[in-house]
Every structure is written in C-alpha cells, then in structure tokens.
C-alpha cells in the first residue's frame, strides 16, 4: 500500500519529529514510541524559546496556554500554539506550531503537524495528523476495537497486521473530517481528502478524495 507510507502521507520537515517518523515505513509503526522521543525532543530544546513547566512538559513561550487546561508529560507545545479551556493533554503528546486544541478536547500519544486543528470536543487518541489536518466539532479517533483484538489496516486490495492494540488514525496533509464524524480504529486518510459530517469511517481512504459513506468515494477533479 504505497500511498499510505509515511513519506506519501506526510510533509515531515512540518513537525519536529520528522526525523523520527522517517526511520518507520507506515506511520502507526511510530506509536509505541511518541512518548520517548517527546521526551528526547524535549532536552534539546531553545530555552530561549521553550519552557519546562514541570518535568517533561515543555510549553512555547509564545503558545497560550488557558488556565483550566489540563497537560499531563511528556508533552511539547509547540510555537504560537493555543491550547483552550477545558483541554485535557494526557501525556505522550507532540503539537505543533500554530494549532488550536480546542475546548473539552482529549489527546493521547499523538503527534499534531503544525497548523493542526482539534478546537471542539475532539478525541485523538494513538494517531497521528499531518500538516494543516482538521477535525470538525465532535469528531473523534476511536482507537481500540470491541474485542480488544490488534488492529488491521484495510484496502480494497490488502491488509496489514498491526501488531497494536491502540491505533486511532492517520490522517495525511490537508485532511478535512466533518463535524461528529468518527474514525474507526486503524483508519489511514490521505492527503487534501475531505470526510463528510457525521460519517464512520474504517479502513483506507485515497488521497484526493471526498468521503461520503463506505461505498460512496468521490475522486477530486484534477485543479
């Protein structure tokens, strides 16, 4: 599944853990290991332009941070970032320059590309959303199965074994997810693809295109 490869998925120089995220063919490889590398990232830091708040929780100088945010390490926030009342930031967690994480919005490992948005009641959990990704109020990552079985990823042509329990999803460059959409576990997304409000959504969806149920995939024009 080459489209779904990290280097076809994201523009790696727009987040800090691009170095990382390079050594692993598909992003999800990735997973069980955010909460280091936040923690590696973290030591190196400018302190001229980077904080550490309380141990592992390294916060921009220029982010706004609400008071009644809650933020949990190994964290960084990263430059112009605002994080808005009522977010719960429970460790394992990279963001970016210039996001929003919303009011009443969860994360939980996860890297967040720069200028990503979760500003609404979103759940992101065990995923990871490339550069200017967006979701819409109420959608979510759902990221463990029912069963508790380990997560499959799914095309029309093949599958892969995960190996992992937890795994929300990966969404690529310029996603858009509608408002109280839900993604299922193991969900790929490609780049400049648009999912309708409301939607569930499992498996892979092509880049380029606009989700609107499972069997109804409409391929972008060419601009």
Request: glycine residues 10%; aromatic residues 8%; proline residues 4%.
């Amino acid at each position: 599944m080459e489209e779904i490869k990290t280097l076809k998925l994201y523009t790696l120089s727009e987040t800090m853990a691009g170095d990382y995220l390079s050594r692993f063919t598909y992003p999800w490889e990735a997973l069980p290991g955010i909460g280091d590398e936040v923690i590696r990232l973290g030591k190196t830091l400018d302190k001229s332009h980077y904080e550490e708040r309380e141990e592992n929780v390294w916060i921009a100088k220029s982010a706004r941070i609400y008071p009644t945010a809650t933020i949990i390490g190994p964290v960084i926030i990263g430059e112009r970032t605002e994080v808005r009342p009522g977010a719960f930031i429970r460790g394992k967690v990279l963001v970016g320059e210039d996001c929003v994480v919303g009011n009443s919005t969860e994360l939980k490992n996860v890297i967040l590309f720069n200028h990503v948005q979760v500003p609404h009641y979103n759940y992101v959990g065990d995923s990871i959303l490339g550069y200017c990704a967006h979701m819409g109020a109420g959608s979510i990552t759902s990221n463990v199965k029912a069963d508790k079985t380990d997560i499959i990823v799914k095309s029309a042509e093949e599958t892969i074994e995960t190996g992992l329990r937890k795994f929300g999803a990966m969404l690529g460059d310029h996603v858009e997810v509608g408002c109280n959409a839900v993604l299922n576990p193991g969900t790929v997304v490609g780049k400049n693809t648009s999912i309708y409000p409301t939607s569930s959504v499992r498996g892979v969806i092509p880049a380029d295109s606009i989700y609107k149920q499972q069997e109804e995939i409409i391929i972008r024009e060419s601009r």
